[in-house]
């Protein structure tokens, strides 16, 4: 892209003047501390105040490729990579090239544009079993739409979700288990009164005989049962072979809808995602992350038959002003497009084996039970002994404290995993040897920090 306006051509000079946006440590301090005055926990979204691991907060400055660097310039190896919304990396040259190209002809119309057309048609593409695609902003957005269109389409009130699934923040999905029954949940977040959760049954996760007691007791009521094929926001909680057919069963059954929410897995564990990689074909998939390469986009697909239930054609409400914008369209195809290519999936999966084998005896020497789980690009550290979790509640005290420290060690050395165990790490085509080898050495630095800790150790 040559700069073709004078003004086009000052402002690329200016950026390349621009010294690198490195700040001396004295103000990071500062930063921090802004940050708290002005925005609540310093965030806007909590994990990233790294309370859940006892730290200072590390604020990003820039980022490429495997990298993000802090205020103060320090390099670090990322396995956050915005929770796996980039899969070929930060800023990826095909990603910023498609926000270039989109941004100078208009940022937002409130019209149909192009992109979303071309977005769709990829997307589709690889969903051999939808037909459209409803584009809004987040993944909390897909869901909450996804939700409404299947209590819209089967006319049925109850959704059925799992205790260690994330489904976003709408108040619906903000549930817990309540004491006793499992039919009765309560909202988990103050400011979500019980009425607006009534209709969410939560179960715990792959407790097929929990669905089917559910189904049995209420399946007339049932609009949908809501999972994450591979659930990966509570630790990645790898289930049994025969969870997803059960769940298929079942809403067959009874008549509800089965909604896979792959704003994580969507064309990361598969080209065609959860439903090509286990067999198993949902009626809605929610998407999100990655099919806005780091922009802001979610989506809902499916058959036409219940897609078409949106408005304007059909009387389920749902609306976005930014929804299909052009710029996060213009991000997105180019990131489903690598996320398609059959050469880049290759590179995402060697890289992701060659990390999963240099961690692997690095953890066997740990100073604690310490095991790399990998379920193709993503991962979880999983710091305990035995069989790995497969429910949230499984996760103990003692893991969370060696991942505590594992974390700061680890930070320490340069590298960084999201701030807390409930997070699974994103392996990205940028995750090369050389990267994989500094990842594995830091982390044997890590567990050599921590040999001498007898809290952690297995007794302890
Ligand atoms: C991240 C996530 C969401 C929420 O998406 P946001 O873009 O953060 O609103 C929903 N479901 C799953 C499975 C997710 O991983």
Redesign the pocket.
Known sequence: MTPRTKAERRERSATARRPRPVEPARTTAEWVERARRALPGGVSSPVRSFRSVAEEPLLASRARGAHVFDLDGRRYVDYIQS?GALFGGHAHPAVVAAIRGAAPLGTSFALTSRGEIELAETILSALPWCERVRFVS???EA?MTAVRLARGATGRPLVLRFDGC???HSDSMLVKAGSGVHQIADSSSAGVPRGLVADTVIVPLGDVAAVEAAAKERGRELAAILV?PVP??SGLLLQEDSFLPALRRIASRCGALLVF?E??TGFRIARGGASERFGVTPDLVTL??LVGGGMPV?AVSGPARLLDQLAPLGPVYQAGTLSGNPVAMAAGLASVRMALDREERARLERNSRALEAALRPVCARAPFSLRPLFFGSMFWLWPGAGAPARRPDQVGALEKRRFQRLHERLRAHGVLLAPSLYEVGFVTTAHGDAVIRETATALARALEDLAGDASLSDGG
């Open positions: 929770f987040s993944g909390t869901v994330y489904h976003g994450e990966a926001n929410d704003v994580i999100g992350k979610g």
